[in-house]
């Protein structure tokens, strides 16, 4: 086995550091989507639930009253 210069033993360092914080950056972004997305989910169930408790009753429509000629 050949031995491995400084210079790469840095490189891979700075790889390695790099690649934990976009692994950081990533899991963050990840945390972050799903906290909204629970948050939308927990807020559509109860408007759901409101709507349906207080919805107005339909309103019926009335046909036009037909007028004789006279």
Same mark, same amino acid.
Do not use: C, S
């Given at each position: 086995?050949?031995?491995v &210069?400084?210079? /790469? &033993?840095?490189?891979?360092?700075r790889?390695?550091?790099? =690649?934990?914080?976009?692994?950081? =950056?990533?899991?963050?972004?990840? =945390?972050?989507?799903?906290?909204?997305?629970?948050?939308?989910?927990?807020?559509? &169930?109860?408007?759901? =639930?409101?709507?349906?408790?207080?919805?107005?009753?339909?309103v019926?429509?009335?046909?036009?009253?037909?007028? /004789?000629?006279?």
């Amino acid at each position: 086995m050949q031995p491995v &210069h400084a210079t /790469t &033993h840095r490189r891979l360092a700075r790889l390695n550091a790099f =690649i934990e914080r976009q692994d950081r =950056i990533i899991y963050t972004l990840l =945390i972050f989507t799903a906290a909204i997305g629970l948050t939308w989910v927990i807020w559509r &169930h109860q408007y759901l =639930i409101y709507r349906d408790q207080h919805q107005a009753r339909p309103v019926v429509k009335t046909l036009p009253m037909q007028r /004789t000629p006279r």
